[in-house]
């Protein structure tokens, strides 16, 4: 029996290594990566904080919204979904119906020092960036939790969570069935 090809969607806040994480599982699966974020920014043809400006969060969120229900290929895909992707109402039904959402956590402390050079964060954008991110990071901490499985990306050599996520990605690919 061929193995399943069950997109596998990496969800978490920003800095918790879904990017590359989502690549180096790509590559180890033979699966393609697609990047929420690049890929919205591709089609729209302008960079996420551009979007914000001139169209506002809700408008970035279908977009989001439209790229997972149906803009990429329903098997053979590692997702790297945007950190406030899971956020809105019915967002996380939609990705467990697409496939398997492992989400990647780290520490405050480890996001803050990850994610410090960034500039193309529209929500951290700004003064109080500290601040900002610790306030962003407690709304959205218990959405995360309920998302499926954890992997902690905090202090552990990369190969390690990688192996990690394959591991959990391949035991819930075996059990996943699309919605009736």
């Known amino acids: ?17 879904k990017s590359t994480v989502g690549r180096h599982a790509a590559r180890a699966l033979g699966y393609t990566l697609l990047d929420v974020d690049h890929e919205i920014e591709r089609t729209q043809g302008r960079p996420i904080p551009q979007i914000f400006a001139e169209q506002g969060e809700p408008a970035f969120r279908a977009l989001e919204r439209a790229f997972i229900a149906q803009g990429h290929p329903a098997e053979g895909c590692v997702v790297s979904c945007g950190g406030g992707l899971v956020v809105p109402e019915g967002m996380l039904p939609l990705l467990k119906a697409r496939g398997v959402v492992i989400c990647l956590h780290a520490s405050l402390a480890t996001i803050l020092e990850r994610t410090g050079r960034a500039n193309n964060r529209p929500l951290l954008a700004g003064e109080n960036r500290e601040e900002k991110l610790r306030a962003l990071y407690a709304a959205r901490e218990a959405i995360y939790r309920r998302t499926g499985t954890m992997v902690l990306t905090d202090s552990r050599p990369l190969r390690e969570i990688v192996a990690h996520v394959l591991r959990v990605y ?4 075996r059990e996943w069935r699309p919605p009736a």
Not at 170 to 173: F, L, V
């Open 170 to 173: 391949r035991q819930e690919a």
């Open 1 to 17: 029996m061929e193995a399943p090809r069950v997109n596998l969607y990496l969800v978490g806040f920003a800095g918790t290594g």
